[in-house]
């Protein structure tokens, strides 16, 4: 079974500054990828980033990135140069390619970015 | 880029009726359709994966005869949620996958209030 931890129910951060979301994550699978989606108000999930098991590479995109610690099982989101319009809620899911093809998600993180 | 389209976005209904919520792919075939649920101020937690033509995979714990789903064609699924209660009152989203690595596109979700 998958398992998807993410110990900060909430966080602050000052606008503009650099920003780490921390998710760990247990499977027994080798084959696996992660992700991070952002949740508004609105409820839509929106899709962030990207991290395959086998990529030896962090992932970025734009200000958001990837520390990916693969023997750690950890996979932070790493947002910087932080925007009001950042706040919102944070949630690490995975896929694990032997599990069904569904996500499974950590429990979130709410992100209020102060002015 | 493939969308899901799921209505509606909200609804209230009185205790002890039943309520469709229905998820589009528009732009691609969903042979497999994730159904969530998602109380306040917690995560996504996967009910159900309809399959096209095939009858529903439940997680443990969810009734089956109380949230139907039907997956009849490549482009619908549809969850019903019968004689609802109020403690049914939630947020629903759906989620397939467009056959991309990256996964998973979402609806935009549906809150459900049963008064």
């Known amino acids: 079974a998958q398992k998807i931890t993410q110990t900060q129910p909430g966080m602050f951060v000052q606008e503009k500054e650099a920003v780490t979301l921390d998710c760990t994550y247990d499977?027994?699978?080798?084959?696996?990828?992660l992700f991070w989606y952002k949740q508004p108000s609105s409820g839509e999930m929106i899709f962030l980033i990207y991290?395959?098991?086998?990529?030896?590479q962090n992932a970025t995109e734009g200000r958001y990135s990837l520390n990916f610690q693969k023997a750690r099982k950890s996979a932070n989101l790493v947002i910087s140069a932080s925007q009001l319009g950042d706040s919102a809620m944070y949630f690490c899911?995975?896929?694990?390619?032997?599990?069904?093809?569904?996500?499974?998600f950590g429990g979130g993180t709410r992100l209020m970015v102060k002015p | 880029g493939a969308v899901v389209s799921q209505h509606p976005s909200r609804v209230i209904c009185k205790s002890g009726t039943s309520v469709k919520i229905e998820c589009r792919s528009l732009?691609?075939?969903?042979?497999?359709m994730f159904w969530y649920r998602q109380f306040p101020k917690q995560s996504l937690m996967l009910m159900a994966t309809?399959?096209?033509?095939?009858?529903?995979?439940?997680e443990q714990g969810v009734e089956k005869d109380k949230f139907l789903i039907n997956h009849a064609s490549l482009t619908l699924s549809t969850l019903t949620v019968t004689s609802a209660h109020p403690e049914d009152s939630s947020f629903y989203i759906c989620?397939?996958?467009?056959?991309?690595?990256?996964?998973?596109?979402f609806g935009s979700g549906t809150r459900l209030t049963v008064v």
């Open positions: 732009d691609f075939q969903a042979t497999t």
């Open positions: 309809s399959n096209e033509g095939s009858k529903a995979t439940y």
């Open positions: 991290q395959g098991s086998y990529d030896e």
């Open positions: 499977t027994s699978d080798q084959s696996y990828g």
């Open positions: 989620s397939a996958n467009p056959g991309s690595p990256l996964g998973y596109t």
């Open positions: 899911a995975m896929r694990a390619n032997n599990a069904g093809n569904m996500l499974t």
